[in-house]
């Protein structure tokens, strides 16, 4: 839920990394022993678990990108490194070119991801990389 409020995506595979962390905390360990080994979150355990806590598998309707604070004090600095090269390696600017639409993925958000039951709208941080 946590993770929910800051608009982050929670999906199946992050449940159960986050269960099996769980299980392996001292006081859970004391309490049933290490079963984090035997431990199988399968797809039963999940739908059980998420019907327990209200939880939803649903697509998302909201997406939005928050640029990095410090996002203009790097565009300088990656400026002022582009002129350092220029004059240092002595290009001229007619060899410099802008290469447009490389894909980098930084992360890829799903379509679905787990939810509480009866919101309207499902909003997920993002890079902007839905397209991909």
Same mark, same amino acid.
């Given at each position: 839920m946590k993770q929910r409020k800051k608009g982050l995506a929670v999906t199946y595979a992050i449940l159960r990394i986050k269960m099996l962390d769980i299980l392996k905390e001292p006081d859970m360990v004391d309490i049933y022993g290490? +079963?984090? @080994?035997? $431990?199988k979150t399968s797809n039963r355990w999940i739908s059980v678990f998420m019907k327990r806590y209200k939880l939803a598998w649903q697509r998302h309707t909201k997406i939005s990108q928050k *640029?990095? +604070?410090?996002?203009?004090e790097? *565009? @300088?600095s990656f400026r002022k490194f582009v #002129? &350092?090269?220029?004059?240092?390696? &002595? $290009?001229?600017l007619c060899n410099i #070119? =802008?290469?447009? @639409?490389i894909s980098i993925w930084f992360n890829m958000t799903g379509n679905f991801i787990i =939810?509480?039951?009866g919101d309207k709208t499902i909003h997920i941080c993002s890079i902007s990389n839905e397209k991909n």
């Open positions: 290490n +079963v984090a @080994e035997d $431990f *640029l990095p +604070v410090q996002t203009q790097l *565009l @300088e #002129i &350092y090269l220029r004059t240092d390696k &002595y $290009f001229d #070119i =802008n290469m447009d @639409e =939810n509480q039951k």
